[in-house]
């Protein structure tokens, strides 16, 4: 994202639990100047828990019960890392992320919830249903579904776990499984279900009112309860309790007491003795001052139930005091109320309220909750338009370091692209992993004026340029994708990636910050093109606005294997490796129009190389080839029915689409290059009669790191198919067919 102002501190949320959606949306209604946000998140999609039992019994669909953090982010100016942390390195304030870099921070929030404790018992990992995290019990939920309404005779159910989450998964679950077996016909009464737990009563935190009410119910709706039954042992038909005796059961859902994850510990934080992360009164942590925690990982001096209402209500405590801690003001502390209401629901639209030593039941209460749970969701799916900042002031976060430093920003760079600094590049250098090739002659491993690379007799060398800005906040995605794009069209002609240059821009900021930025990208480029073979040998890198990145990249082949736009043949089959959507996609991200779920889907289609895509459409004898770039798939097979001096026959149905796209089409939402591509519906013979059709702008969306769009004899094409889905190329598609070239002045007829 574009910024004028130099970034000074860095706040990394780990986790999109409850408190921390209030920290994005209080940053995104109030920014503070010089400071970033950085989002780790392993769910792009966080489920609200107080939702989810609804959402089990069939009362609202999946996007009603999640808060969608894509939008979220971008709402607060935060960079988004899809991923789930490992570790941190508190003494170099680093957070550790599988796969890729490390990630600085000068403070640090953690709330990532809490699971279920299946560590302690054998067999409860493998053989149980875990209700956290959400994200696998809901594919979970759709199998046990499935199961359910395939299976012949009785279906046991068994619930471990007898507070407000077991009681209520066992409603909830067993009024929708009843439910889809009389829409079949087949009989609800073959459905057995039994509650299990080891304390002397449900719902403990409550008060004896509710339990009552609850114990009726449970006995209305035919669940056997079983108290003081602590379970030793999970096998794949049932479960074993301690006193001996063997529960059978075709299913177990599990929702016991929460457990913590091991890496707070081992990190070296201060937990306490289940694990959970120890912090004082204002939610700093008792060992480490630049750390913060909320919801479920957190253990407080006052120490409450794992529930959401907590972590909801921490969230506005969280975000003041990362505010004032940036700023190196008081804390304020989280005073948690001592009574709260809790509405649990029974499966039906049918609720029962606890606070304190109160309860009462009813329909009206179910209304309540979910109005009051709508609201909530509202709230961070419904964000605000917000205009601009008067100017910055940062006063507040910028130190005596700091100050010195901004004082030479101007004569640095003043926004205008000047040289990365030589330390700040050799740092950088440094650290990138040394790859070697023997016709490299220069590279980054012996730098000098330029490169020098070796091209064998017989042998061409391929070159491809290509330079653009970030449009993700996540620099070393960005690196990956920028080198998947420029390696692109190296691999459409069939030539092994031998080399590639890096120009770099990276916004200007402290120089602590700049050396991060520089490192993330190169990282994720040199991650793309080792795999490939390609060496990175050199570069440029300058300051600027706003992050860009692009890569110059040489590839060789045998001069008569080269593979060339023109050489389609009457009769071939159209093939294309991957789906299209991703201008339209992130154009849409830009407004916060986009899922989270879509945006994550494009970038996953842009991280898959074409490398092995290509080497297949070799071996199956392609005759042309090209990749879908920014002229989008018409565009580009424009240019090869020139260079074939052919017509094609492209069928719009069959072309492969990015989840998503096709709604943000419908919504209006296109790149800002549509208007050039459309220019070429010239070439469509029929363009009047599709104008109507949903797909046909998406012909004309120009594409980041497409797929490859080749032409291969009729009799390899299904053979060429099935070996890219094998390969990973799930979405790769038979699109159209080649035809000998007509008097028509339009070469594709496009059939809707």
Sequence with gaps: MQTDTPVLKDIVLVGGGHAHVSVLRMFGMKPMPGVRLTLITRDIHTPYSGMLP???????????????????????????????????????????????????????????????????????????????????????????????????????????????????????????????????????????????????????????????????????????????????????????????????????????????????????????????????????????????????????????????????????????????????????????????LGLISTGDTYAVASRGNWSWEGRRLWAWKDWIDRRFMQRFNELPEMGQEAGPDLGGIADADAIRELSTLAMRCGGCGAKVGSTVLSRVINRLPVQRRDDVLIGLDSPDDAAAFEVPPGTVMVQSVDYFRAFIDDPYTFGRIAANHALGDIFAMGAEAQSALAIATVPYGREQIVEQTLSEVMSGALDTLAPTGAVLAGGHSSEGAELAFGLTVNGLIAKDALLRKGGMQPGDTLILTKPIGTGTLFAADMRGKAKGRWVDGAIQSMLVSNQAAAACLHRRYATACTDVTGFGLLGHLVEMTRASDADVQLELEAVPLIDGAEQTVAAGILSSLQPQNVRLRRAVRNPDSLSNHARYPLLFDPQTAGGLLASVPADTASACLHELHELGYSHAAIIGRVEPRTTEAAPIQVIG
């Design 54 to 340: 609804g959402y089990v019994a069939g009362h609202y669909d999946r996007d009603e019960i999640h808060i969608d953090l894509g939008p979220l982010a971008r709402f607060a100016s935060a960079r988004l890392y899809h991923g789930e942390v490992e570790g941190i390195d508190p003494g170099e304030r680093l957070v550790q992320v599988p796969g890729r870099p490390s990630v600085h921070y000068d403070l640090l929030s953690i709330n990532t919830g809490s699971r279920p404790r299946t560590i302690d018992v054998p067999g409860a990992l493998e053989h149980a249903l875990p209700v956290k995290p959400i994200d696998q019990w809901l594919r979970d939920w759709q199998t046990l579904q499935a199961r359910v309404l395939n299976s012949q005779g009785d279906f046991r159910i068994l619930v471990v776990g007898g507070g407000a989450g077991g009681v209520e998964l066992a409603l909830s679950t067993q009024h929708r499984l009843k439910g889809l077996l009389r829409e079949r016909g087949d009989e609800a009464s073959r459905l057995y279900y039994e509650l299990v737990t080891d304390g002397p009563e449900i719902l403990p935190t409550h008060n004896a009112g509710v339990r009552r009410r609850f114990m009726r119910v449970l006995g209305e709706r035919g669940i056997a309860v079983h108290l003081n039954r602590k379970v030793v042992g999970v096998e794949p038909n049932g479960v074993q309790v301690k006193s001996g005796d063997f529960h059978p059961a075709d299913a177990v859902l599990w929702v016991t007491y929460a457990a913590a994850p091991e890496w707070p510990a081992k990190s070296g934080l201060a937990v306490d003795k289940e694990g959970f992360i120890a912090v004082d009164s204002e939610l700093r942590s008792l060992s480490h001052p630049e750390v913060f925690a909320a919801g479920d990982i957190a253990s407080m001096p006052d120490r409450r139930p794992k529930s959401g209402v907590f972590a909801v209500r921490q969230g506005p405590v969280l975000t003041e005091n990362l505010r004032r801690a940036v700023a190196g003001r008081p804390l304020k502390p989280y005073r948690p109320q001592k009574r709260f």
